[in-house]
């Protein structure tokens, strides 16, 4: 008899209960056992970035966390990112303002990573967005477009944080 465990998460502010097995990794409880499929496979070995989703506000590489390792905690996926009407968070409407992306499939963990890079305080420049999204891999060649989304979409959200203060 296979070993199964309940992981408890709170998916995009919704509490979860998965009885799953303990090797279930966050990135398969995500896109087989919940239907959230907006977060990709892509190497499914740490080094492409595709599966990039936040645990507790941090960016975490899906594939490489297991859910279990994640019980108890808040998981914000793609799916999670759009307002409570459906308004596009800033990254979201910034690349598709600069059409950062071609095929799509590396855009979900991008815009992932993206978020938590301009809340790191790491999108200051070009040189520093390139350098803290090195993890994220396109294989369409998006890069240009993918730092002017970020570069814009980080000066847009300073911008409403210090109106907020
Ligand atoms: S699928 Fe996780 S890093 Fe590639
Ligand atoms: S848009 Fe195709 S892999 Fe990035």
Redesign the pocket.
């Known amino acids: 008899m296979t070993d199964r465990t309940t992981v408890h998460l709170e998916i995009n502010g919704r509490a979860e209960a998965l009885d799953i097995e303990p090797r279930v990794t966050l ?1 398969d409880a995500l896109r087989e056992h919940l239907g959230l499929t907006g977060t ?13 989703v936040h645990v507790d506000g941090e960016r975490v ?4 966390t297991l859910a279990a390792q994640a019980e108890g905690r808040a998981v914000t996926t793609i799916e999670g990112l759009a307002g409570p009407n459906g308004e596009l968070h800033p990254v979201q409407a910034a690349f598709l303002e600069y059409d950062a992306f071609q095929c799509g499939y590396c855009t979900p ?1 991008q815009i992932m990573s993206a978020v938590a890079c301009i809340r790191e305080g790491h999108a200051g420049s070009d040189e520093e967005i390139r350098e803290y999204m090195s ?1 994220n ?1 396109c294989r369409c060649g998006a890069y240009p477009h993918i730092v002017a989304a970020v570069r814009q979409a980080a000066e847009e959200l300073t911008a409403q944080k210090q109106a907020a203060e």
């Open positions: 990135l990709k496979k892509g190497c499914a070995h740490g080094q492409c970035g595709a599966c990039t590489l899906a594939c490489l963990g993890g891999l």
